[in-house]
Structure formats: structure tokens, C-alpha cells
């Protein structure tokens, strides 16, 4: 039956749809994991062929410190003529037993290229039948270091530790091979640099390194629990492996065991599927081991696929579970929920026909459910109460009709006297509001409004009263500003012609003063100046004398000096080569440290250039130090012949300066005189031009005043006010006889200036006036 209704088939739909897009959904999200995983899986591999490459990187590519060490102290002591051959031997005995990871340690020299004494050494320990400088100092089975000599280093192939750094001229790598160590045969390799002087290769610096506990180590490994590692040079020889017998082998002799591996070292960091030779399927990555910049060898991890994939396995019976549960619960879901919805929607058909019918009373079941059915009930509700409200309104519609008609003429006789009351207010307001905007602020509204509006007239002839009042006192004020203004700007007027003059006077006064102070101060100085220069030849002249004595005395104890400085340079070079030595171990014990030392090897490696360029600049200084001595014992003689011509000289500027010294005295008389008088005439007439300046500002502030003042008694004139009288403006105050000129006390400056350089102190100036002021 539920399948005979639309909405039963739609809820069946619907839990279809769900069933489907439960399954899309949950193989999409299991194809999502399953990538998921699988990219976690080979991450992990990844990362574990990274930590392994950095292992091995630290192992062996860090004793590449230890190498260039060695190569640089023997550079240092070769380049610093200290080529000890015994005490290198000691230096390289002690790093090695410093150095327990490191099998050997050795250096080969060219033909005489180490101090040009291979003849004194034939065939002594650590050389070969020539005395060529060739030790090799290994450590045994038993632990102790044995003394030895490099053997093989001029065969090609199998002189490569030897012969490959001396051509390239940078440090290698030498491929694993094997080597006879206390009679068994070990793999080994070597890590060699050259040792450079003046642009010329002249011996090798190296270290050897045993592979077997790296072998051993890596073969231990169990990736993920079910794989290996293994360790491949760039040129294909297999390091490390679990099956120990292809230890030492190229992947081209592993046969089945390494097929594919090529592949892999081509393409680091790229897995790849390979069939073991058990017939499992593998999943390979290759990461890269950088020893040099030049040498990479790889560390490949290897894992089975079952093993990388097995949690996906897992995941995909889970998720079939989980779809087949997922289906049936939509399933039975959709069952009862149409089931339920149709009963409700059946309930809801018969309520609508019971309202179609003219039942009004009826009860809705649904209308407080908080869903759709819900909201169709309530929505069906309004339409029942719409239905009650229409009945209600048609049986109080006729009985209000006649009682409606009689207020609505009662209500429009009301509006239209109203209305003339407001008519009546408006216009009385424009009335009063026209004769403001005319200036006319005595205007009142006499003739009372509505009592609702009369309010408005009131405020109005307020404000009216106020405005008016306020202008009235504005005008008197502007009258009493306007006469007090006017007779300021008569009085400025005046005040400011005679400054004016006063200051051009004093001016005039102060500048002829002023050229005449200048001349005199200008001799005053010179022959001041001239004083002081024969004063400072004089003791010049004197005290030469006394330093040529002296400067002999020095010149004879920095002889004395040179010697000690030749001594004290000697021990300076002797420091220099210590710190060279304790810096090599400095680098040796930071090599050791690996990351974590390589700035304090970087540290030693400045110290030991410090120390080099501190030898070479002692022998410099040496030398100097001889040249200067003998400059300055012909030094000695020129300042002797120089101390008897200033003892000439002293005696003819002692005349000199006697007759200086009475012409200076003279005229510093004469200069601090005008001095005097000059400062008193600048500071009157700096006084003088600032009161012009300040007279000038008042007169153009008290002009513009005055304008002001016109204009404001333009703008009170447009106004009407009641009552008001015009009163003309106060006359301005004329000048009058008591403003009587003052002599100015310049007059009496200038004769008392005339009377010193004329000679005439009595100057009749009893008729003389300052008419200008």
C-alpha cells in the first residue's frame, strides 16, 4: 500500500539515493586512504632512506675535515720552511690515536718536495728505497698504531688514493676496494686532498676508512620491520647488503638480487617495484649519500609490497562491512519514515474537507508539531480563523453603518476650523518674519493665535525683543570704539614720521662710527698679528734647537731598539707556528664533533691563516728594521747641521721682536677706544630701528582697526531699532604744543667723536636744532 502513494514512492527514492550515495561516498573516501596510505607508506620509506644517507654522510663525509686539516698544517709547514719530518710523523700518529674511527692516516710527497733531503733518508721508516717522504700510519688488529709506508702510489688503478687528488687538484673519494691489513684483506676506502703550493700540486694529505662495521650496521636493519638497506656508490659497487657475499660486488655482478637498482641510484628519491630472487615483489627508494660535492654515493631501502600495503587490505574489508550495514539501516529507515508521514498527511486531507464543509469549530491535531506537517497545520489553521473573522465582520458591518455616516461629519467641521486657525498663524508669522529679514527688529505680533499655536507668537516677539537689545548695545559700543580708534591713528601718524626720521639719523651716525672702528681694528689686528708671528718664530727658533739635540738622542736609542725588535720578532714567529700546530688539532677535535663542530673548524681553519700571515709579517718587519737603521744614523748627521743654522736665526728675530712689541701696545690703545664707542652708537641705533618697526606695526594695526569699526556702523545702519538716537562719532584729538621734540643723544656722540680726531674740544653748538624731529 505504501508503494500506491506518491509521497511513499518519493521516501523510497530518497533512501535509495542515500543507499547509493553511501556506497559512492565510501569509495570514494576509501580510494582516498587507500592513496593516503600508500603516499604514508612510501613517505616513510623516504624519510628512512634520508636518516640512513644522513648516518653514513656523518660517518664518512665528516673525517673529510680531519683531511683538510692534515692537508692544510702540512701546507703551513712546508710553505714556513719548518718541514720536520719527524715531527710530522708525531703530529699524524697523535690524530690517529685521537681519531678511533678512522683506520689510517698518511700523507706522499713528490720526489724532494717535502724539504729536498730524500737523499739522507733512503730507505728509513715511512719512505721507500729513494727517501721519498711516503708514511702511512695504520691501526692494528690489536689496536696499536703501526708505522709503515705508502705502497702502489705511482700504479695507475690501484694508485688512485694517490694519483687521482694529484691530477684533479681537489679532494676525492676513492671507490671501496680491498686492502691487506695485518695479513686480511678489509674494504676500505680513501678520502684524499692535495696539497697546493704556488699553484703547484706537491703531495697528498689522506685518510683511510674500513667499511666493515658500516657493512655490518646497515645489514641489521629491518625497515618496517619486513625490509632491508643497502648502500650503493655512484659508480654501482654495493657497500652494504644482507647478503654478505655481493659486499664489494658491482649491481651488474649482483645478477637477480640487484636488478633494477640502476634504476633507482638514477632516480633518487623515486620508488619502484622489483621482483626479489624469491619471487616477492618489492618496493624500492634510492636516497643520495653526498660525501663531496663531486662524490654521492645511495642508501636504498627495500621493503616488501604486502607489508607496505597491508593496512590497506584492512581498510577495504572494513569498508565492505560498513557499505552492506550503511544500506540496510537507509532501507528500514525509509520504511518507517513514509510509513508514518503518509498516516500524518491523510489526517490533514480530512481536516481541510471538514473546514470545506462550513465546520468552523474544528481542532487541528498537527498544529503544534515543529516540522513541515506541522507548519501545513498552522498554515491551514489561519485559514480557519480567516474564516471565523469574515463571519464576525459581517454581522458588525450593518449594525455600525448609520453610527459611521454621523461622526464623519462631525470630524470634517472640526478639521476645517483647525484649519483656519493654522492659515491665520502661518501668516501672521511670515508677516513678522518679512520684517526681521528688512532690518526692522522692532516688529511684535500684538493679535494672540490658538491656544495650541499661541506658544509660537510669544517665542517669536521674545526672540524679537532680544535680538534688539543686543544690536542697540553692538551700536553704542562701535560709536565709543570709533572715536577712541581715531585719535589712536592721528597720534600713531605722528609718532611714526618722527621715529622714522630719528632711526635714518642714528643709522647714518652708527655706520660712519662703524668704517671708522673697522680700520682701526683692522691695524690693531694686524700689528697684533705681527707681534705674535715674530713672538712664535722666536721661541721657535729656540726650541728647534733644543729638539734637534733631542731628536739626535732618540734617533740614537731607536739604534739601540732595533736590535731588541729583531729578538722579540723571533719569538713572535716561533708563537706563530705553535698556534698553527694547536690549531690543526683544534680542527682535528672539531672534525670529530661533526655538524656540531663545524663552525669551531672553520674557527681553526682563520687561526692557522692568522698565524701564517703573522711568520711572513715578521720577516717583513725584520728587514725594515735593518733599512731604518742606517736612514736614521744619516738622519743624526743633517740634524746637527740644522740645530747651528736656527742658533743664526734665533738671534735676528730677538731684534725684530722688540721693535713689534711698541707698535702693537700703540695700537691696541687706540682700538679699544672705538671699541667702546662703537658698541654704544650700535646699541642706540639697534634700539632706535626696533621701536620704528614696532611705532610702524601699531599705526597698521590701528588703521585696520578703524576699518573694522567703519564697517560694523555699516551693517547697524540696516537695522531699525525703537528709540534709538544717531549719535556722531568723538572728534579726533589734534596734536598739540605739548608734544615738544627732544634732542637726540646721538648730536652729543657725534661732537664728542669729532673732538678726539680733530683735536678742537670746544665746538659751539648753542644755535643748533633738530628740526626733522
Known sequence: MLFKSTTGRNIFAVAACGVVATISVSAFLFFRSYEDVKASSLERMREIAKAQALVVEKEIGGTVHIVNGLASFLETAKENSDADRTRIDHVLSDMLKNNHNVLALWTGWEPNAFDGRDGDFAGATGHDQTGRYVPYFVRGEDGKILHTSLTGYATAGEGDFYQLPMKQQKTVVIEPYPYAIGGQEVLITSIAMPIIIDGKPMGVAGLDLSLRETSEAL?????????????????????????????????????????????????????????????????????????????????????????????????????????????????????????????????????????????????????????????????????????????????????????????????????????????????????????????????????????????????????????????????????????????????????????????????????????????VKNSTVRAQEAGQLVARTRSGAEKSGEVVRRAVAAMEQIEKSSVEINNIIGVIDEIAFQTNLLALNAGVEAARAGDAGKGFAVVAQEVRELAQRSATAAREIKELIGTSSTQVREGVHLVDDTGRALETIVAEVQEINRHVNGIVEAAQEQSSGLQQINTAVNQMDQDTQKNAAMVEETTASTHGLAQEVGALNQLLAQFKLSGSVRQAPNPVRAATGREAFVASPVRALGRKIASAFSGNAAVDTSQERWEEF
Open 219 to 519: 645489514a641489521a636493519l629491518r625497515p618496517m620491520e619486513t625490509g632491508h638497506l643497502s648502500l650503493v656508490t655512484g659508480l654501482g659497487k654495493i657497500i652494504g647488503h644482507p647478503d654478505q657475499g655481493l659486499i664489494g660486488k658491482s649491481l651488474s655482478e649482483g645478477g637477480a638480487q640487484t636488478t633494477g637498482w640502476d634504476e633507482l641510484v638514477a632516480n633518487p628519491g623515486v620508488e619502484r617495484e622489483i621482483t626479489a630472487q624469491d619471487g616477492t615483489v618489492h618496493i624500492a627508494i634510492a636516497s643520495p649519500v653526498a660525501l663531496t660535492p663531486d662524490m654521492k654515493w645511495y642508501a636504498i631501502v627495500s621493503v616488501p609490497k604486502s607489508t607496505v600495503l597491508a593496512q590497506l587490505d584492512a581498510m577495504m574489508r572494513d569498508a565492505a562491512l560498513i557499505i552492506l550495514m550503511a544500506a540496510v539501516v537507509l532501507a528500514l529507515a525509509g520504511w518507517l519514515i513514509a510509513r508514518r508521514f503518509i498516516g500524518r498527511i491523510s489526517n490533514i486531507i480530512g481536516e481541510t474537507a471538514q473546514i470545506a464543509q462550513g465546520n468552523l469549530q474544528l481542532t487541528l491535531k498537527d498544529s503544534q508539531a515543529n516540522d513541515e506537517i506541522g507548519d501545513l497545520a498552522r498554515s491551514l489553521e489561519v485559514l480557519l480563523e480567516n474564516n471565523r473573522s469574515k463571519a464576525r465582520l459581517e454581522e458588525e458591518a450593518e449594525a455600525n453603518r448609520s453610527l459611521s455616516e454621523k461622526e464623519r461629519i462631525a470630524r470634517q467641521e472640526q478639521e476645517a476650523r483647525d484649519a483656519a486657525a493654522v492659515k491665520f498663524a502661518v501668516d501672521n508669522l511670515a508677516v513678522g518674519l518679512s520684517k526681521l529679514s528688512d532690518g526692522d527688529v522692532s516688529y511684535r505680533i500684538e493679535q494672540p493665535f490658538t491656544e495650541a499655536l499661541d506658544t509660537v507668537r510669544r517665542d517669536f516677539n521674545n526672540s524679537a525683543e532680544k535680538l534688539e537689545l543686543t544690536l542697540t548695545q553692538v551700536s553704542d559700543n562701535a560709536r565709543n570704539i570709533n572715536a577712541g580708534v581715531n585719535e589712536i591713528r592721528s597720534a600713531a601718524d605722528d609718532l611714526a614720521k618722527r621715529t622714522e626720521q630719528q632711526a635714518a639719523a642714528v643709522e647714518e651716525t652708527a655706520a660712519a662710527l662703524e668704517e671708522i672702528t673697522a680700520t
